[in-house]
């Protein structure tokens, strides 16, 4: 959440905000994705970077082998959690099939959906609390 505080406290300084502007209210009226959310896009593009990279690559043996552990404090483990996130399936025949193009505007889809989401939920959650304190 440090990392939302922070960047909650750029936008509204960039923005010229008051103290109390909602977060996501600015994420709303800007269009402009969370941190956490353009950590997810760009973690989920370099992870299929590395599949359609050349296989005498570093990274990409190493991504292979972690994909094919069971260990759970890897980076792919990460890409995991970012893609459930979102809700996006991370098979490794799928992404090795899809373009980059694809990819990336399926991945792009996904996160603006995830967004709205958030936003309506945070709507929702301020219309109970002033309905409430009424």
Same mark, same amino acid.
């Given at each position: 959440?440090?990392?939302?505080?922070?960047? !909650?406290?750029?936008?509204?300084?960039?923005? #010229?905000?008051?103290?109390? %502007?909602? !977060?996501?209210?600015?994420?709303?009226?800007?269009? /402009?994705?969370? !941190?956490?959310?353009?950590?997810?896009?760009? @973690?989920?593009?370099?992870?299929?970077?590395?599949?359609?990279?050349?296989? %005498?690559?570093?990274? @990409? @043996?190493?991504?292979?082998?972690?994909?094919?552990?069971?260990? %759970?404090?890897?980076?792919?483990?990460?890409?995991? /959690?970012?893609?459930? #996130?979102?809700?996006?399936?991370?098979?490794? #025949?799928?992404?090795?099939?899809?373009?980059?193009?694809?990819?990336?505007?399926?991945?792009?889809?996904?996160?603006?959906?995830?967004?709205? %989401? #958030?936003?309506?939920?945070?709507?929702?959650? @301020?219309?109970?609390?002033?309905?409430?304190?009424?």
């Amino acid at each position: 959440m440090q990392l939302s505080s922070e960047h !909650y406290n750029i936008l509204r300084k960039t923005f #010229e905000q008051k103290q109390n %502007t909602p !977060y996501w209210g600015i994420i709303a009226e800007t269009g /402009i994705w969370p !941190y956490m959310y353009e950590v997810i896009y760009k @973690r989920l593009m370099f992870f299929h970077n590395l599949i359609h990279s050349d296989k %005498t690559c570093v990274t @990409r @043996r190493i991504l292979m082998n972690q994909m094919d552990s069971i260990e %759970t404090h890897t980076w792919y483990a990460g890409v995991i /959690i970012s893609s459930r #996130e979102i809700g996006l399936e991370t098979n490794r #025949e799928e992404v090795k099939l899809s373009s980059k193009k694809v990819w990336r505007a399926k991945v792009k889809e996904l996160i603006h959906a995830k967004i709205q %989401t #958030e936003i309506k939920k945070m709507v929702s959650r @301020r219309r109970n609390m002033s309905a409430d304190t009424t």
